[in-house]
């Protein structure tokens, strides 16, 4: 059974920084990207970074210069450094890993819980 297990989220005032992790169990055929999502109050869930197995990343603009991800394949997590957070960061966020989960299967998502992170300012 897949299952993403996200932690590290907090509030924190504007200007901090936070370091989210997600921890990746059960195996699947293959991955094309992990990353991770947020959804603010009343807002639709949009990406706020990916990475791909061959280590490329990829940003939403409202995040570039602030947070940083990292994947380590061998430990099957990845994180998200969070730096000069801003009120509008604040959000649940949702790690997600996506592809094959064994030959022959169509490309999907699977998503951790959620956790919070709120920026006051």
């Known amino acids: 059974q897949v299952q993403l297990v996200e932690s590290g989220g907090g509030l924190v005032q504007a200007g901090g920084s936070l370091r989210l992790s997600c921890e990746a169990s059960?195996?699947?055929?293959?991955?094309?990207?992990m990353g991770w999502y947020r959804q603010g109050p009343g807002k639709q869930r949009e990406l706020v970074a990916s990475?791909?197995?061959?280590?490329?990343?990829n940003y939403a603009d409202s995040v570039k210069g602030r947070f940083t991800i990292s994947r380590d394949n061998a430990k099957n997590t990845i994180d998200l450094q969070m730096n000069s957070l801003k009120a509008e960061d604040t959000a649940v966020y949702y790690c997600?890993?996506?592809?094959?989960?064994?030959?022959?299967?169509?490309?999907?998502?699977?998503w951790g819980q959620g956790t919070q992170v709120t920026v006051s300012s």
């Open positions: 059960g195996r699947w055929f293959s991955i094309s990207a």
């Open positions: 997600n890993r996506r592809g094959w989960p064994y030959l022959g299967s169509i490309e999907v998502d699977s």
């Open positions: 990475i791909t197995n061959g280590g490329r990343s």
